[in-house]
């Protein structure tokens, strides 16, 4: 009995083996005479390719018909959009994707492989074909769309400005962080972040959140958004706090820098700043002291360098060194402050420059 | 009696070790046939040139790499090759190296003496003396640390209590990358929606054969070398298929000393690597799984398949058995350590599946593989064996562990495409049939020889490996 099994399992496995061994065969041949085939393709048309690359006329000379085509200029032209940029009022690799790949891209969304559908769509965010609009839209809508599809959909509709895109993102999985981000980045703008401000407190945690990045990351500045940023500084919630600081360290700008004080003020005079929780607001602190040099912030920096967290002090430091009368004042430091820490990381700070930081 | 009693075991091992490759194998297959046909570059583009993406500090501990180590920051920092990752320093710990890796970083990377030293201890692990720190004057996000020798875990932590970024990667001192590697590592963790990521392996695979120009793979090319080919198999096997099995259910115990990524915060955490192993890498991950659990951090533990490393492995036979002796001890240390995890119902899958798995496969799978074959030779000298059935079984062992090492050079084929000609093809399929006939028993045999050792508890340190150098 068993001597029947092991020859059965012999000749299953056997026959796997072959059948794994023929398939590989097969796929390298085809992949070669695929790589063979594309790059003569592209050696025949490269003439007419650049030609309509330089001067945008001509693509009817390299209508794309097969897959091996179609790859063959996706490659081509992501590559040149890596390299080149092109005029505003000329964009030749738009034009042409709009014009022959659409169709295409159509059809590969409905594929049932996964891989072909990301593929398409990261060709279609790298062509910005936005005529594909309700094509993304329909698919959003499909069963089959993944989570990794509906975010980079997201995106791209964030990306091509859709006027329902929170209507669709409604009900959606939760955005990860840095999708997030990214897609905040694409919605906030200098004429709009007054909206985003004055409807700020609708948005949930992680948008609010999202919404400081993106101010941060485009250095918007406003004078509602400057107020937000001072009042967020009250916030319960310690990552607002954390990135309301970091933005304005960032910004490097405070319209009067009274409420950061008192609010540092009372943090210190309530113990709120003995908490190690408070480690990041404190180190956010003595950042924006340094992007924002002011005399008053000397005596606070002072205190920071003494911190008992090695990233506040660190930050204290470097904060200071920015100062006009940093070196001299990190030198007195050095051999006065009470605290040891701070004396060895005024020390450091003596010799660093911040700029190679 | 006993003699058919321990047959019989031995045959019930085998089937089990059988099923539950196959299961390890249709798990990495679900995936990987998901991804097949994924762009090797577009889907990175965004991570690249997005202010999003975590800066990465990037640890190389080297001990006697005159040879590689050069290449290996070049193939970080400079050139063509220079890594695409938005934000990264480079630290290098020289962990008391008796050869001139000191001198050829310091030269050829013009680094200049740091005189301050009070971030050394920033991230309050533990370590060796720190000689000297050095910053580069060319590129100042390299940084090179000279300390007294302790061991690769000791240099690692060294290089962990230095970085400031969020993450932090270990690559060995010999280890060429890809210009995209760390793209392709950090995106599960970039924008993994549900869960935090504590780590993430990449795929290792063999220099040896292939042309490295100034850190960078030119052309990958199959080594002509039946070791070296052995070992591709090997690594093929491991990492396509193993590592890539055992994540799916967040059962990965190891990621590899060559290249992985960890969330520097939890690492600090966890104490850092300890020290007194030779099994630094898995150990760590253990603990992490461990500590994972025990509070509740709701983590994972990642491998990506696409993101590639090169590393230089051993072309003779006495450097191949120091390495896998050392690895054979590692893992034993580390289960050692955890023991109190295994067949515990608190660890979930890490205690009732993968801690078994490495314990009774990987760890005594050579002795009853060993048993067999002493048993075997017992049973030919006393005339007692079904000559047909032993045959059909070896056959059998034969047919299904070269079906394995095909289906993980499918898997490298869908996923990577780094062997294109049908020459390594047909290379790879002879030697994965001839691997029962020479390479199994041999390496059984050193790991029956590492258990041996470990009983008589002899330190080993970095495992020494007399290297050529991968690059030009």
Same mark, same amino acid.
């Given at each position: 009995m068993?001597?029947?099994?092991?020859?059965l399992?012999?000749?299953?496995?056997?026959?796997?083996?072959l059948?794994?061994?023929?398939?590989?065969?097969?796929?390298?041949?085809?992949?070669r005479?695929?790589t063979?085939?594309?790059e003569?393709?592209?050696?025949t048309?490269?003439?007419?390719?650049k030609?309509?690359?330089?001067?945008?006329?001509g693509?009817?000379?390299?209508?794309?018909e097969?897959?091996?085509q179609y790859? /063959?200029?996706?490659?081509?032209?992501?590559?040149?959009?890596?390299?080149v940029?092109?005029?505003?009022?000329?964009?030749?690799?738009?034009?042409? /994707?709009?014009?022959?790949?659409?169709?295409?891209?159509q059809?590969?969304?409905q594929?049932?492989?996964?891989?072909v559908r990301?593929?398409?769509?990261?060709?279609?965010?790298?062509?910005?074909?936005?005529?594909m609009?309700p094509?993304?839209?329909r698919?959003?809508r499909?069963?089959?769309?993944?989570?990794?599809?509906?975010?980079?959909?997201f995106?791209?509709?964030?990306?091509?400005?859709?006027d329902?895109l929170?209507?669709?993102?409604?009900?959606a999985?939760?955005?990860?962080?840095?999708?997030l981000?990214?897609?905040?980045?694409?919605?906030?703008?200098?004429?709009?972040?007054?909206t985003?401000?004055?409807?700020?407190?609708?948005?949930?945690?992680?948008w609010?959140? /999202?919404?400081?990045?993106?101010v941060?990351?485009k250095?918007l500045?406003?004078?509602?958004?400057?107020?937000?940023?001072?009042?967020?500084?009250?916030?319960?919630?310690a990552?607002?706090?954390?990135?309301?600081?970091?933005?304005?360290a960032?910004?490097?700008y405070?319209?009067t820098?009274?409420p950061?004080?008192?609010?540092?003020?009372?943090?210190?005079?309530?113990?709120?700043w003995?908490?190690p929780?408070?480690?990041?607001?404190?180190?956010?602190?003595?950042?924006?002291?340094?992007s924002?040099?002011?005399?008053r912030?000397?005596?606070?920096l002072?205190?920071?360098?003494?911190?008992? /967290?090695?990233?506040?002090?660190?930050?204290?430091?470097?904060?200071?060194?920015i100062y006009?009368q940093?070196k001299?004042?990190l030198?007195?430091?050095?051999s006065?402050?009470?605290d040891?820490?701070a004396?060895?990381?005024?020390q450091?700070?003596i010799?660093r420059?911040p700029?190679?930081? | 009696m006993?003699l058919?009693f321990?047959?019989?075991?031995?045959?019930?091992?085998?089937?089990?070790?059988?099923?539950?490759?196959?299961?390890?194998?249709?798990?990495?297959y679900?995936?990987?046939?998901?991804?097949?046909?994924l762009?090797?570059?577009?889907p990175?583009?965004?991570?690249?040139?997005s202010s999003?993406?975590?800066?990465?500090?990037?640890?190389?501990p080297?001990?006697?790499?005159e040879?590689?180590v050069?290449?290996?920051?070049?193939s970080l920092?400079t050139?063509?090759g220079?890594l695409?990752?938005? +934000?990264?320093?480079?630290?290098?710990?020289?962990?008391g190296s008796k050869?001139?890796t000191l001198?050829?970083?310091i030269e050829r990377f013009?680094?200049?003496?740091v005189?301050?030293?009070?971030?050394l201890?920033?991230n309050?692990?533990?370590?060796?003396p720190?000689?000297?720190?050095?910053?580069?004057?060319?590129?100042?996000?390299?940084i090179l640390?000279?300390k007294?020798?302790?061991?690769?875990?000791d240099?690692?932590n060294?290089?962990?209590?230095?970085?400031?970024?969020?993450?932090?990667?270990?690559?060995?001192?010999?280890?060429?990358?890809?210009?995209?590697?760390?793209?392709?590592? !950090?995106?599960?963790?970039?924008?993994h929606?549900d869960d935090?990521?504590l780590?993430?392996?990449g795929?290792?695979?063999?220099?040896?054969?292939?042309?490295?120009?100034?850190?960078?793979?030119?052309?990958?090319?199959?080594?002509?070398k039946?070791?070296?080919?052995m070992?591709?198999?090997?690594?093929?096997?491991?990492?396509?298929?193993?590592?890539?099995?055992?994540?799916r259910g967040?059962?990965?115990?190891? @990621?590899?000393?060559?290249?992985?990524?960890?969330r520097t +915060?939890?690492?600090?955490?966890?104490?850092?690597?300890?020290?007194?192993?030779?099994?630094?890498?898995m150990?760590?991950?253990v603990?992490?799984?461990r500590?994972?659990l025990?509070?509740?951090?709701g983590a994972?533990?990642?491998?990506?398949?696409?993101?590639?490393?090169?590393?230089?492995?051993?072309?003779?036979?006495?450097?191949?058995?120091?390495?896998?002796?050392?690895?054979?001890?590692?893992?034993?240390?580390s289960?050692?350590?955890h023991?109190?995890?295994?067949?515990?119902?608190?660890?979930?899958l890490i205690g009732?599946?993968?801690?078994?798995?490495?314990?009774?496969?990987?760890?005594?799978?050579?002795?009853?593989?060993?048993?067999g074959?002493l048993?075997?030779? @017992?049973d030919?000298?006393?005339?007692?064996?079904?000559?047909q059935?032993?045959?059909?079984?070896?056959a059998?062992?034969?047919?299904?562990g070269s079906?394995?090492?095909?289906?993980?050079v499918?898997f490298e084929?869908?996923?990577?495409?780094?062997?294109?000609?049908?020459?390594?093809?047909?290379?790879l399929?002879?030697?994965a049939?001839?691997?029962?006939?020479?390479?199994?028993?041999?390496l059984?045999l050193?790991?029956?020889?590492?258990m041996?050792?470990?009983?008589?508890g002899?330190?080993?340190?970095?495992?020494? !490996?007399?290297?050529?150098?991968v690059s030009d």
């Amino acid at each position: 009995m068993t001597y029947v099994l092991v020859f059965l399992l012999t000749v299953i496995s056997l026959g796997l083996l072959l059948a794994v061994y023929l398939y590989l065969i097969f796929r390298k041949s085809l992949n070669r005479w695929y790589t063979n085939k594309r790059e003569r393709w592209l050696e025949t048309h490269s003439d007419d390719i650049k030609t309509y690359i330089y001067t945008g006329s001509g693509s009817e000379h390299f209508v794309p018909e097969k897959r091996y085509q179609y790859e /063959a200029l996706e490659d081509m032209f992501s590559d040149l959009l890596s390299s080149v940029k092109f005029e505003k009022d000329f964009e030749p690799i738009g034009a042409f /994707a709009q014009r022959y790949f659409v169709p295409w891209y159509q059809k590969r969304l409905q594929s049932g492989s996964w891989s072909v559908r990301m593929n398409t769509l990261h060709f279609i965010n790298r062509f910005k074909i936005e005529v594909m609009q309700p094509d993304l839209i329909r698919h959003l809508r499909s069963k089959r769309c993944t989570p990794e599809e509906k975010f980079e959909i997201f995106l791209l509709l964030g990306e091509f400005e859709c006027d329902n895109l929170m209507e669709l993102m409604k009900g959606a999985k939760e955005l990860p962080d840095f999708w997030l981000n990214e897609l905040l980045c694409r919605l906030v703008s200098q004429d709009n972040v007054d909206t985003y401000v004055d409807d700020f407190f609708d948005y949930t945690p992680s948008w609010q959140g /999202a919404i400081l990045e993106a101010v941060r990351d485009k250095h918007l500045r406003s004078e509602k958004l400057q107020r937000l940023l001072v009042q967020l500084l009250e916030s319960e919630h310690a990552e607002l706090r954390v990135k309301a600081l970091k933005t304005i360290a960032s910004l490097g700008y405070l319209f009067t820098i009274d409420p950061f004080i008192q609010w540092m003020d009372n943090n210190r005079e309530n113990g709120i700043w003995d908490q190690p929780q408070t480690d990041g607001e404190r180190l956010m602190a003595a950042r924006l002291m340094g992007s924002i040099r002011h005399d008053r912030f000397i005596p606070y920096l002072n205190a920071l360098i003494g911190d008992r /967290a090695y990233g506040v002090r660190r930050e204290a430091a470097k904060s200071l060194r920015i100062y006009r009368q940093g070196k001299s004042m990190l030198t007195v430091l050095a051999s006065t402050h009470p605290d040891a820490f701070a004396r060895s990381i005024a020390q450091e700070w003596i010799e660093r420059n911040p700029e190679h930081e | 009696m006993l003699l058919l009693f321990l047959n019989k075991v031995i045959f019930v091992y085998f089937i089990g070790i059988c099923v539950f490759y196959l299961v390890i194998f249709l798990l990495s297959y679900g995936r990987l046939r998901r991804e097949k046909g994924l762009h090797g570059i577009e889907p990175y583009k965004r991570m690249k040139s997005s202010s999003f993406t975590p800066p990465l500090s990037i640890i190389v501990p080297a001990y006697n790499e005159e040879a590689g180590v050069i290449g290996t920051i070049l193939s970080l920092i400079t050139g063509s090759g220079k890594l695409d990752y938005p +934000q990264f320093e480079v630290i290098v710990v020289n962990d008391g190296s008796k050869d001139r890796t000191l001198e050829k970083v310091i030269e050829r990377f013009q680094m200049v003496p740091v005189k301050n030293k009070v971030h050394l201890k920033r991230n309050g692990i533990e370590t060796r003396p720190i000689i000297e720190m050095y910053q580069s004057e060319v590129y100042p996000h390299l940084i090179l640390i000279d300390k007294e020798n302790g061991g690769k875990a000791d240099a690692l932590n060294a290089g962990i209590n230095l970085s400031q970024y969020p993450y932090f990667a270990s690559i060995d001192g010999d280890t060429v990358l890809e210009p995209d590697s760390f793209l392709k590592i !950090m995106k599960p963790i970039v924008e993994h929606a549900d869960d935090e990521i504590l780590a993430a392996g990449g795929n290792v695979l063999i220099a040896n054969g292939s042309t490295v120009v100034k850190g960078r793979v030119q052309e990958t090319k199959l080594s002509r070398k039946p070791l070296v080919v052995m070992q591709s198999i090997e690594y093929m096997r491991a990492f396509l298929m193993g590592r890539i099995g055992l994540s799916r259910g967040n059962m990965l115990l190891v @990621i590899s000393g060559a290249f992985g990524v960890f969330r520097t +915060q939890r690492v600090i955490q966890a104490g850092g690597y300890k020290v007194d192993t030779v099994g630094e890498d898995m150990e760590l991950v253990v603990r992490l799984h461990r500590m994972n659990l025990e509070q509740k951090w709701g983590a994972k533990i990642e491998y990506v398949a696409d993101p590639i490393c090169y590393t230089e492995a051993p072309e003779s036979m006495k450097f191949l058995y120091r390495q896998r002796t050392r690895w054979h001890r590692g893992l034993f240390e580390s289960l050692w350590t955890h023991r109190r995890m295994m067949f515990n119902r608190k660890y979930g899958l890490i205690g009732m599946a993968a801690m078994p798995f490495y314990f009774f496969v990987e760890f005594l799978g050579p002795f009853v593989e060993f048993f067999g074959y002493l048993t075997l030779i @017992i049973d030919l000298m006393m005339d007692r064996v079904f000559i047909q059935y032993a045959l059909m079984l070896f056959a059998l062992m034969v047919v299904y562990g070269s079906f394995l090492s095909m289906g993980a050079v499918l898997f490298e084929e869908w996923r990577l495409g780094k062997y294109p000609k049908i020459s390594e093809l047909n290379r790879l399929l002879f030697f994965a049939l001839s691997e029962a006939f020479w390479y199994r028993p041999m390496l059984t045999l050193w790991r029956v020889r590492a258990m041996m050792t470990l009983l008589f508890g002899r330190a080993q340190g970095w495992g020494e !490996m007399q290297r050529k150098g991968v690059s030009d």
